[in-house]
């Protein structure tokens, strides 16, 4: 029975790959945080399947402990801070988790168990300010905000480790992949969300940044997939996952609205707040590596992804308004 250690297990991606890993037979060892309130929503259905180790990113000792009692042959770091927009009042912190603690995770792996295979979770974020276009393995990075450069040093150093140590470190550049699960604050769900609650009365305004920003948008559940098939090729490489498919954030208010028969128009406010110092106009990827050398395929296509989300954010905003 193989062994997998995941950080940010209790996040989107770590619950759908806890999910796809024990389904294949996995023993899962998944690291959190303490906090004084925990939030268990997205693992709640595993809870009990997962092993579960305290530990902090940016804890060293913690993260060679929870290597020596994982034992894993593979090792997934989904955990970061991982909101673009938190990542300006808070760059330092996100220097920290985004970045620094990628070294502190492959060290702990380098010590206690350098065989152990490695997947980061490197960003499109990284492509920022895009010097061309679709972006490619070979696309040079232009990173646009604090969370951006943090990703792009986990990228390098993860690289580093592989080209110094002879481990069998990937780095998985995801473009933006949504789900159900995915934090309210984000674009995708917060207009999902927000299309439920409004048809449903619980809200009655939407207060958005740019809405001409091009991302390409796929679903969390496709992509935890590609994370894995990394790790089981005979050589470690970076790939791109993405749908080679971009969509504006006006697009995506009007699928969401338009589900529930309404019109975005007559409730979006334009509110600076939300308008960020530095934008990524347009992410686009080309995963033509991870089709022809992963095997990797998409399933869940942006329209059928925003109707899903709508539907969940419908029921529990059902729950709301009974209450
Ligand atoms: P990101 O690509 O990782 O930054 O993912 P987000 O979902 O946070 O943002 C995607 C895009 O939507 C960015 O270009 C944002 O500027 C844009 N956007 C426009 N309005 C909003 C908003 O109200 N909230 C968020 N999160 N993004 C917004």
């Known amino acids: 029975m193989k062994r997998a250690l995941i950080t940010g297990v209790t996040g989107q991606d770590g619950s759908y790959l806890a999910e796809f890993l024990l389904g294949k037979g996995y023993e899962v060892f998944g690291l959190r945080r303490r906090t004084s309130t925990p939030n268990y929503e997205n693992v709640q259905h595993i809870k009990d399947k997962i092993h579960w180790i305290s530990g902090d990113l940016t804890d060293l000792a913690s993260l060679i402990e929870a290597v020596r009692i994982s034992d894993p042959d593979e090792v997934y770091n989904l955990a970061a801070q991982s909101f673009v927009a938190a990542s300006w009042p808070q760059p330092i912190t996100t220097g920290h988790i985004t970045a620094l603690s990628v070294t502190n995770m492959l060290e702990a792996v380098r010590l206690i168990k350098p065989e152990a295979r490695f997947y980061q979770a490197s960003s499109s974020e990284m492509f920022g300010k895009v010097v061309e276009t679709p972006q490619k393995e070979t696309t040079p990075f232009y990173p646009r905000s604090p969370y951006g450069v943090a990703k792009v040093y986990g990228h390098w150093i993860t690289v580093n480790y592989r080209e110094s140590f002879n481990m069998f470190a990937c780095s998985g550049i995801l473009f933006n992949h949504e789900s159900p699960?995915?934090?309210?604050?984000?674009?995708?769900?917060?207009?999902?969300?927000?299309?439920?609650?409004?048809?449903?009365?619980?809200?009655?305004?939407?207060?958005?940044?740019?809405?001409?920003?091009?991302?390409?948008?796929?679903?969390?559940?496709d992509y935890v997939k590609a994370m894995w098939l990394m790790l089981q090729q005979d050589e470690p490489q970076d790939y791109v996952i993405s749908t080679g498919e971009m969509h504006t954030v006006r697009e995506l208010l009007e699928i969401a609205f338009s589900y529930?028969?309404?019109?975005?128009?007559?409730?979006?406010?334009?509110?600076?707040?939300?308008?960020?110092?530095?934008?990524?106009?347009?992410?686009?990827?080309?995963?033509?590596?991870?089709?022809?050398?992963?095997?990797?395929?998409?399933?869940?296509?942006?329209?059928?992804?925003?109707?899903?989300?709508?539907e969940s954010d419908l029921k529990k905003a059902e729950v709301e308004a009974k209450l």
């Open 181 to 221: 699960r995915r934090g309210l604050e984000f674009v995708t769900r917060k207009v999902t969300d927000a299309a439920a609650r409004i048809k449903l009365g619980l809200q009655s305004k939407l207060h958005m940044g740019n809405l001409d920003a091009l991302r390409d948008w796929g679903f969390a559940g």
């Open 260 to 310: 529930v028969g309404l019109d975005y128009k007559d409730y979006v406010v334009i509110d600076p707040e939300f308008v960020r110092p530095a934008e990524v106009d347009l992410l686009l990827g080309d995963c033509t590596r991870a089709k022809e050398e992963l095997g990797w395929k998409l399933e869940v296509g942006f329209k059928q992804l925003i109707h899903m989300m709508v």
